[in-house]
T-cell receptor, first 115, second 114 residues
Framework: AQTVTQSQPEMSVQEAETVTLSCTYD???????LFWYKQPPSRQMILVIR??????QNATENRFSVNFQKAAKSFSLKISDSQLGDAAMYFC????????????FGKGTRLSVIA | DVKVTQSSRYLVKRTGEKVFLECVQD?????MFWYRQDPGLGLRLIYF???????EKGDIPEGYSVSREKKERFSLILESASTNQTSMYLC?????????????FGNGTRLTVT
């Protein structure tokens, strides 16, 4: 079974600085997809960014980017120019490319942004 | 925008009660999911469904059952609530067959069993 590990339960960053959240995963599959979700205090979980494993180019969405290292099975999230609204729980998730399978989530990282 | 609505934001029930958590989505999604969220444990899948009257067990189905009589509605049932089922419950939906299709989540139900 696939597993997703987020080794940092909590992180903090100064406003306007850059922070990187770590995620590693374990799989024997070659076709899969990776995601980062954000859960602010309002509890509404939203998708931040996604990456196809077959793509070598790292995904980017505005201030959010990933560092996808397929051989190392690492999928870290970089947040640039951090804002107060970035404070949230961040979850890394894995989805198999075969079949209609659910996402597997990591345990999450709580990010605090200091003004 | 896809909307996933969970019927209650907060719920307090007594041990032994039968509890229904309701979830409705309005975008004709085939897949629906129930996750449980606990501090330090992340999101754990309880059950999911990819079609009406179909259900699949997730990682922690014990003590729970589900019902999907209509495509838009997916109910989580606690047959006899216990204190260890005190948790946040998240419902989600997605399109079938599109691996990049994001999960759309409800706002969660925080259930307390006393």
């Amino acid at each position: 079974a696939q597993t997703v590990t987020q080794s940092q339960p909590e992180m903090s960053v100064q406003e306007a600085e850059t922070v990187t959240l770590s995620c590693t995963y374990d799989t024997s599959e070659s076709d899969y997809y990776l995601f980062w979700y954000k859960q602010p205090p309002s509890r509404q979980m939203i998708l931040v960014i996604r990456q196809e494993a077959y793509k070598q180019q790292n995904a980017t969405e505005n201030r959010f980017s990933v560092n996808f290292q397929k051989a190392a099975k690492s999928f870290s999230l970089k947040i640039s120019d951090s804002q107060l609204g970035d404070a949230a729980m961040y979850f890394c998730a894995y989805r198999s490319g075969s079949g209609n399978t659910p996402l597997v989530f990591g345990k999450g990282t709580r990010l605090s942004v200091i003004a | 925008d896809v909307k996933v609505t969970q019927s209650s934001r907060y719920l307090v029930k007594r041990t032994g009660e039968k509890v229904f958590l309701e979830c409705v989505q309005d975008m004709d999604h085939e897949n629906m999911f129930w996750y449980r969220q606990d501090p330090g444990l992340g999101l754990r899948l309880i059950y999911f469904s990819y079609d009406v009257k179909m259900k699949e067990k997730g990682d922690i189905p014990e003590g729970y059952s589900v019902s999907r009589e209509k495509k838009e509605r997916f109910s989580l049932i606690l047959e006899s609530a216990s204190t260890n089922q005190t948790s946040m419950y998240l419902c989600a939906s997605s399109l079938m067959g599109r691996v990049l299709s994001p999960l759309h989540f409800g706002n969660g139900t925080r259930l307390t069993v006393t």
